[in-house]
């Protein structure tokens, strides 16, 4: 009896040390368990932190590179402004050769509107009263041989007969009415009147054509005033058929803007005001 109770106490004693090392080892894991959670805690507390760091470092860059790039975008979307001409340059015909009418030419007219209207800007004449296209030509400095080429086509147009004077003949111009100082105007071409281009619109539009070409930065800024002999010698409807559609935007009829002849002071007033509004029209010059 006596072997058997100690052999029971043994056996508590045991499981009363099981119970305490499992106890110790719970309490362990336990502590395991709570600092696991707690680093695992402090490092989702810091990707958090570190996140919200990015995003505002994202923000702040973002606003930098737009506040850097405002400058350059509203500078793009500035629209240029027009570069006004220098001067306007007069060539062709002259209408009124005593000195008393000069003042009533559709150039003096434009001079005095633009002036009024408070533009400042220089003016070349380069009119030839009673002179044909050719010496027009040989004065912008269309070369010799150019010329030549047409006063033998007008000869031979003639079919032995003398042609007009204006078809062949060249006048002998100064030093003064050779300068070439405008090259950078504007050109208002009013050729033709006088004759030299053989009553053929497709010529006068080519000798035009040849005048333009000796400008410099503004010969694609031109206007072209369409004026013809008077006497019937010319195809009315062809001629503005020509010219409208070589010239298009560029070209003033005077058949459409005039009431009365352009040989009038009136008429040549109506031709200033039309050349003053295509100047507008064209953008050549602003209000």
């Known amino acids: 009896m006596r072997r058997k109770k100690k052999t ?5 004693f045991l499981l009363v040390l099981i119970c305490g090392a499992l106890a110790v080892a719970l309490a362990g894991f336990i502590v395991w368990d709570s600092k696991t959670e707690a680093a695992k805690s402090e490092k989702l507390v810091q990707e958090v932190k570190n996140e ?23 500078k793009e979307e500035k629209p240029e402004e027009p570069q006004m001409p220098a001067g306007i340059s007069f060539w062709g015909d002259e209408f009124f050769t005593a000195e008393n009418e000069l003042q009533y030419s559709s150039r003096v007219k434009l001079e005095e509107k633009l002036k009024a209207e408070g533009y400042t800007l220089e003016y070349a004449n ?4 009673g002179a044909g296209t050719l010496s027009v030509m040989k004065m912008a400095g269309v070369p010799q041989a150019d010329l030549d080429k047409y006063i033998e086509k ?10 007009p004077v204006t078809e062949t003949g060249i006048r ?4 003064e009415e050779m300068d070439r100082f405008d090259k950078d105007y504007i050109p208002v071409i009013t050729m033709g009147y006088y004759g030299g281009w053989n009553k053929d619109p497709n010529e006068l539009a080519e000798q035009q054509q040849k005048v333009l070409d000796t400008f410099g930065a503004n010969k694609d800024k031109f ?19 020509v010219m409208k559609e070589t010239w298009g935007e560029h070209y003033i009829s005077t058949i459409d803007i005039c009431t009365v002849t352009t040989t009038t002071a009136d008429g040549q007033t109506q ?10 029209e064209l953008g050549y010059i602003v209000k």
């Open 8 to 12: 029971s106490w043994a056996w508590n």
């Open 52 to 74: 919200k760091e990015n995003v505002k470092k994202e923000d702040t860059e973002e606003k930098k590179d737009k506040k850097e790039e405002t400058p350059e975008e509203v």
């Open 126 to 129: 380069k009119t030839l009263a």
């Open 154 to 163: 007008h000869k031979a147009s003639a079919g032995g007969t003398t042609p």
């Open 172 to 175: 002998d111009l100064t030093a």
């Open 223 to 241: 206007i072209v005033v369409g004026v013809r002999p008077m006497d019937g010698s010319v195809d009315i409807p062809e001629y503005e058929r």
């Open 271 to 280: 031709v200033a005001d039309a050349l003053y509004d295509k100047l507008l």
